[in-house]
């Protein structure tokens, strides 16, 4: 699914999306998703089907609803897994040539009317385990206070972030969430397993501070 695949007549299925390569005179390929077309000359770059940060209609964040709230002692650190939206990216060489939104997307808003922001929004267990869904997010809840601390949602920043992917599941970089108020987030831009490939280089984003 993920990563690079050779430009023959073939089907590439993600999700409820399905992408249609065909071989044309010329030592050409027709490319076919949905109305999109898009004819590729054979060349000497790949051509890759890539995970990209849930965006969407150009959102900045993804929040994630716990679908139950974590108590975190004083002083302890909670490491665990989260299903998460994902957007799809294709490459004919360094050209993205389509993006798009796989299942179906849900947007909120984060704060209040006036100063709040539209994220992504996702509802998710947290586990302890990579959930069987298509993306993931590894995720560590640090409280260095020595209050307990109630958690319910995490707010990410994931504009322009790298992702990281193996063949069949795609992965947001290490997010970690520090409970000392206000609430603080940080994109790492590190791979949460080391054997995982990047889209591009990867980068921290700026911490974002959780005032709701």
């Not at 050409?28 to 000359?41: F, P």
């Not at 993931?136 to 504009?159: A, F, G, H, S, Y």
């Not at 831009?189 to 980068?203: F, Q, S, V, Y």
Request: aromatic share 10%; proline share 8%.
């Amino acid at each position: 699914m993920f990563g690079e695949h050779e430009l023959k007549t073939q089907f590439i299925k993600i999700l409820n999306k399905k992408i249609h390569l065909v071989e044309m005179p010329g030592d050409k390929i027709l490319y076919k998703r949905d109305n999109v077309r898009v004819l590729i000359k054979r060349g000497k770059g790949a051509f890759n089907v890539l995970p990209s940060p849930a965006t969407g209609y150009g959102v900045k964040f993804l929040m994630v609803k716990f679908s139950s709230r974590l108590s975190i002692p004083p002083k302890e650190r909670l490491t665990g897994y989260l299903s998460t939206p994902i957007d799809i990216e294709v490459k004919s060489g360094d050209v993205m040539i389509d993006r798009f939104v796989i299942g179906r997307e849900k947007y909120a808003l984060y704060g209040q009317d006036n100063v709040g922001v539209i994220a992504r929004y996702h509802v998710s267990e947290f586990l302890e385990r990579t959930p069987d869904e298509l993306g993931v997010i590894k995720l560590v809840i640090n409280n260095p206070t020595d209050e307990w601390k109630l958690v319910d949602k995490i707010v990410i920043p994931i504009r322009n972030s790298v992702m990281f992917y193996s063949p069949e599941r795609a992965y947001y970089p290490l997010v970690i969430l520090t409970t000392k108020e206000p609430y603080e987030v940080n994109n790492t831009g590190n791979p949460p397993d080391g054997t995982l490939k990047a889209t591009h280089r990867a980068e921290p984003l700026p911490n974002f501070k959780m005032r709701w």
